[in-house]
């Protein structure tokens, strides 16, 4: 089982930061990426920002500059990936999903493909 627990969302201003942080726990074997998608009223989710177990980071183009994705490995069972948004806009405002990719071990020590994704976090940009 592995667990992804999402904290700080929340409504701010336009122009406005937010920190947004996800602690991925449990059974994982190893991490590929983890990162942040959204997904906006009436639209498709989409990848805001992502970063691999190298450390190479990947944005979307309309949050480049202002959101910075960084992780943290408290020990093997625990991960933290937190995006901090900056200069936040009108447009910014959708439900934040975080996601691991990797593996992860069974009952019996089985490795397992891992796509893990928290509830999601209300971010509203409203002036």
């Known amino acids: 089982q592995v667990q992804l627990a999402e904290s700080g969302g929340g409504s701010v201003q336009p122009g406005g930061s937010l920190r947004l942080s996800c602690a991925a726990s449990?059974?994982?074997?190893?991490?590929?990426?983890m990162g942040w998608y959204r997904q906006a009223p009436g639209k498709q989710r989409e990848l805001v920002a992502t970063v691999d177990s190298g450390g190479i980071t990947n944005y979307a183009d309309s949050v480049k500059g202002r959101f910075t994705v960084s992780t943290i490995s408290r020990d093997n069972a625990k991960r933290t990936v937190d995006l901090q948004m900056n200069s936040l806009k009108l447009e910014d405002t959708a439900v934040y999903y975080c996601?691991?990719?990797?593996?992860?071990?069974?009952?019996?020590?089985?490795?397992?493909?891992?796509?893990?994704w928290g509830q999601g976090t209300l971010v509203t940009v409203t002036s």
């Open positions: 996601n691991v990719q990797g593996l992860y071990s069974d009952d019996y020590g089985r490795p397992g493909a891992l796509d893990a």
């Open positions: 449990g059974s994982i074997a190893s991490i590929y990426t």
